[in-house]
T-cell receptor, first 114, second 109 residues
Framework: GAVVSQHPSRVICKSGTSVKIECRSLDFQATTMFWYRQFPKQSLMLMAT?????????EQGVEKDKFLINHASLTLSTLTVTSAHPEDSSFYIC??????????FGQGTRLTVV | RKEVEQDPGPFNVPEGATVAFNCTYS??????FFWYRQDCRKEPKLLMS???SGNEDGRFTAQLNRASQYISLLIRDSKLSDSATYLCVVLGGYNKLIFGAGTRLAVHP
């Protein structure tokens, strides 16, 4: 099946620094990429939807200036958590799909802000 | 009301048991439905799509009731390897996948 590569898989950063997470579709061109966040024992919460070449659409309550999303090509989207704080510690997962396919998920990034 | 609701469980069942999970969704215009499986600290993986006529894949059977806005997943002859969290997923507007909170299944010897 299709592969979505996400990295880093794990990152620890100091409070106030920024962290960039990459999501790549390796063998297909993703028309849409999604970024989710999952806190322990909770469901995946959609943060934003990203279409190649256009600005991301953020879900209500997600700060677009804090979570910067860039979808530069049909195979790459990045999420930058700016000025990270301990409450941003979470599991971040991207997914990619075309109109015809199911969603394929990256392996996830576990962010710990200390 | 949440867009997708599931019983969080956990369901603790012995090997060989049959277990059923239920899910309800709030948007009557939803057209596509899925069950995903998520293992601890891993990404979700598609288990099966859910079709109006119901569909079966080996030990797994999915059903959709549009009138009641209800989706189910039946697992027969449970295996230890079935232990995971099962996520009910609905395709919303703009191609967004809306996830339920998941139902935890623990299969014991």
């Amino acid at each position: 099946g299709a592969v979505v590569s996400q990295h880093p898989s794990r990152v620890i950063c100091k409070s106030g620094t920024s962290v960039k997470i990459e999501c790549r579709s390796l063998d297909f061109q993703a028309t849409t990429m999604f970024w989710y966040r999952q806190f322990p024992k909770q469901s995946l919460m959609l943060m934003a939807t990203s279409n190649e070449g256009s600005k991301a659409t953020y879900e209500q309550g997600v700060e677009k200036d804090k979570f910067l999303i860039n979808h530069a090509s049909l195979t790459l989207s990045t999420l930058t958590v700016t000025s990270a704080h301990p409450e941003d510690s979470s599991f971040y997962i991207c997914s990619a799909r075309t109109r015809e396919t199911e969603a394929f998920f990256g392996q996830g990034t576990r962010l710990t802000v200390v | 009301r949440k867009e997708v609701e599931q019983d969080p469980g956990p369901f603790n069942v012995p090997e060989g048991a049959t277990v059923a999970f239920n899910c309800t969704y709030s948007n009557s215009a939803s057209q596509s439905f899925f069950w995903y499986r998520q293992d601890c600290r891993k990404e979700p993986k598609l288990l099966m799509s859910v079709y109006s006529s119901g569909n079966e894949d080996g030990r797994f059977t999915a059903q959709l009731n549009r009138a009641s806005q209800y989706i189910s997943l039946l697992i027969r002859d449970s295996k230890l390897s079935d232990s995971a969290t099962y996520l009910c997923v609905v395709l919303g507007g703009y191609n967004k996948l809306i996830f339920g909170a998941g139902t935890r299944l623990a299969v014991h010897p």
